[in-house]
Structures are given as C-alpha cells and as structure tokens.
C-alpha cells in the first residue's frame, strides 16, 4: 500500500501561483510515476503532469499546463510537487496525487494509489 497526502491547494487570483506537495509513505518501492491529476465540476479526471519516480527523471505535461506548470520529486523525503505559475480560471479544480506502477501513463486506471484531493480555485 502507498499512501498520499495532498497540500497546497487554495484560491487565488488569476496570474498568481500555488505550489502542490505530495508526501507519499508506504510501499512507494513499486512506484515507477508520480501524477498530478485534476478533475473540474462535470468533467472527466485529466492527467497534469507526472514524473518518474525512480532513477533518471522524465517528466509528462498536458498541452494546457506546458509552459507553466513544473513537476518535480524529492526522493528523499518522498514528496512530489507541482508549481503552478501564471494560474488561469480554467485551472479550477480539484487537483489529485497519485502513484503508478506504470512508467509515465497517462490512464487514470493505471494509478493504483491515489491521495485525497485538494482545491485549487483561480478567481478572475
């Protein structure tokens, strides 16, 4: 089992930035992607950004984040983060962690663990 716990999240004006952190504990070992999913009212789950989680770092983003979005890892304190820059009212939503096996897939049926959830709300 991993477990993930969501920080972060928080509303803002548009242009402003957040920076999302993601702790991971448990059996992260089996770990091959950190995701950043996010999912607004009446829309299907959408993958941000991800990043692998072990050895050299490749990293994955969404057109509509390219450019303004930034996914790291800290493998040392098993945290993954997502800073949000130049934010938009179009990047409401509520933004999820979550941990693959699989190597950078884009599938939200490929995460097995994921963590809470935390609000992200842009105001224009």
């Known amino acids: 089992q991993v477990q993930l716990v969501e920080s972060g999240g928080g509303l803002v004006q548009a242009g402003a930035s957040l920076r999302l952190s993601c702790a991971a504990s448990?059996?992260?070992?089996?770990?091959?992607?950190m995701g950043w999913f996010r999912q607004a009212p009446g829309k299907e789950r959408e993958l941000v950004a991800a990043?692998?989680?072990?050895?050299?770092?490749?990293?994955y983003y969404a057109n509509s984040v390219k450019g303004r979005f930034t996914i790291s890892r800290d493998n040392a304190k098993n945290t993954v983060f997502l800073q949000m820059n130049s934010l938009k009212p179009e990047d409401t939503a509520v933004y999820y962690c979550a941990a693959s096996a699989a190597i950078l897939t884009a599938r939200p049926g490929e995460y097995e663990y994921w963590g809470q959830g935390t609000q992200v709300t842009v105001s224009s």
């Open positions: 448990g059996r992260t070992f089996s770990t091959a992607t």
């Open positions: 990043v692998t989680w072990s050895g050299g770092t490749t990293t």
